[in-house]
């Protein structure tokens, strides 16, 4: 995204200006809750959804690209990338993009993930123009400096060394990999330390023209926000920095996966000297597409997702085995996860991964009771409305509708299809995931005998 001289810069905006394509893709009550889309001629996406009763605004762009669009030499390029998008623009240094949001009590930040990169600010409505204009300057006009590079470097090591002090989150990145081998979806978000020394300022700017180009772009924005200032406004930014030049360019449409290799059976162990032994039980799950994830949802619900659920009233509170027990899925755009993670005293690791192979069989079996279904609906119901409560949350749910499934639902939607869960979609979901064979990662201070018998829990 190079500057452009200004006669080329307005004949794009003309260009632009002529074809921009807005639709409303939800009807609020009195203009509440609306939510519209416009497309502009360079593929650049721009959705809001409207909330006239709040005094904030949140704004984010979210890339299609994440780490499992890097190669293995590229690996953690993507959140390297993310970090250094802050670092300073033809117009701003990073102190000027860091004391512009500070000065207003704005908040900024941005998250790396598998499949997608978000860049966001939190302001009052009065200063979103700010906001607008500080993002898309990031996005646009970023240096990519060898010295910031270079400065940076180090901060990501740091950050890939916090993340190596905690178990409990390494042993998620550990069972990514026992799932998906050395593949994208298995290898970490961070990268590891011989691959971001590895990186060059050269190769992060190739991997940055590719993949911020605005077909590959999407703007959401949520709160006390007017959707054609928004669009006028972001326009005129990336028009300054001469980004929207392909007046033909389509967006770039979901991503449909690439037929990852998920594995079944395997057991991979990390010996390290921790106070808990930090466990992750699990199988192959869904696809975020699948229509059966509603049903998925209760399930994971149920088992381990909250207070009442199964896992958590028989491993802790029936036996106190454990302070943390809890079961999640990841859905991806062509596979997913399904696991149960524990933290334990590495004496106790066997009877834990015992009562919890046990709970996941007795649901593959026989199913959950129907009061535990009704009861995961409500829990659900009322999580995701409660979720959505502020405009952060929106934003987000706003800018990964448009980016994974190109679509958008409501909410009064949403509650309904999970209410439409029956016990039957329960039960044959458990059935197909639980009944498969489990994989199983473990962190902790083991001895030789103890990791050994581990294959037991898998077998």
């Not at 703007?219 to 006028?232: E, F, L, M, Q, S």
């Not at 005129?236 to 998920?262: C, M, N, S, W, Y």
């Not at 696991?339 to 959950?368: F, K, M, N």
């Amino acid at each position: 995204m190079t500057s452009r001289s200004p006669k080329t810069t307005a004949r794009t905006s003309s260009e632009a200006r002529a074809v921009a394509r807005t639709q409303t893709l939800l009807k609020g009550k009195d203009g509440i809750g609306t939510v519209r889309r416009t497309t502009l001629p360079g593929g650049l996406r721009i959705v809001t959804e409207t909330l006239p009763s709040v005094r904030s605004a949140t704004f984010g762009i979210w890339a299609h690209v994440g780490s499992r669009d890097e190669t293995p030499t590229l690996g953690g390029a993507t959140h390297y990338l993310e970090h250094l998008l802050f670092k300073g623009t033809h117009r701003r240094s990073a102190l000027d993009i860091s004391s512009a949001l500070d000065a207003v009590g704005g908040e900024m930040n941005a998250f790396t993930a598998k499949e997608y990169t978000c860049y966001y600010a939190r302001v009052l409505d009065t200063d979103l123009p700010l906001a607008i204009d500080v993002v898309c300057d990031m996005l646009t006009g970023s240096l990519i400096l060898q010295e910031d590079v270079d400065a940076e470097r180090g901060v990501i090591l740091e950050e890939i060394a916090m993340t190596e002090d905690d178990p409990g989150d390494v042993v998620h990145d550990l069972f990514a990999r026992t799932m998906f081998g050395d593949t994208p979806l298995g290898r970490p978000v961070l990268g590891t330390v011989d691959t971001v020394e590895a990186l060059t300022a050269d190769r992060i700017r190739r991997f940055y023209k590719k993949h911020y180009d605005p077909t590959h772009l999407v703007v959401a924005a949520a709160g006390n926000v007017d959707h054609a200032t928004v669009v006028r406004q972001v326009r005129r930014a990336f028009e300054k920095a001469g980004a929207l030049t392909r007046a033909d360019a389509a967006p770039v449409a979901p991503r449909d996966g690439r037929r990852t290799i998920r594995t079944a059976g395997r057991v991979e162990v990390l010996n390290r000297r921790t106070e808990q032994a930090h466990v992750v039980l699990g199988v192959p799950g869904l696809a975020r597409t699948d229509d059966r994830r509603w049903a998925l949802g209760v399930l994971n619900t149920a088992l381990g997702g909250g207070m009442s659920s199964r896992l958590f009233q028989e491993v802790r509170e029936k036996r106190g085995l454990a302070y943390s027990v809890y079961s999640y899925t990841s859905g991806f755009a062509d596979c997913g996860l399904f696991g149960v993670y524990a933290g334990c005293r590495p004496s106790q690791v066997h009877d834990v991964l015992s009562i919890c192979r046990d709970e996941l069989d007795r649901v593959a079996s026989e199913g959950l009771t129907d009061d535990e279904i009704a009861r995961a609906i409500g829990q659900l119901k009322g999580s995701t409305v409660l979720g959505l409560e502020d405009t952060g949350a929106l934003m987000n749910r706003l800018g990964k509708s448009e980016l994974c499934w190109g679509d958008h639902m409501s909410v009064d939607d949403m509650l309904a299809r999970m209410a439409a869960v029956t016990p039957d979609d329960v039960r044959e979901v458990a059935a197909e995931l639980l009944g498969q064979r489990t994989s199983l990662s473990v962190i902790g201070p083991l001895k030789d005998k103890q990791a050994d018998r581990l294959h037991t829990a898998v077998a």
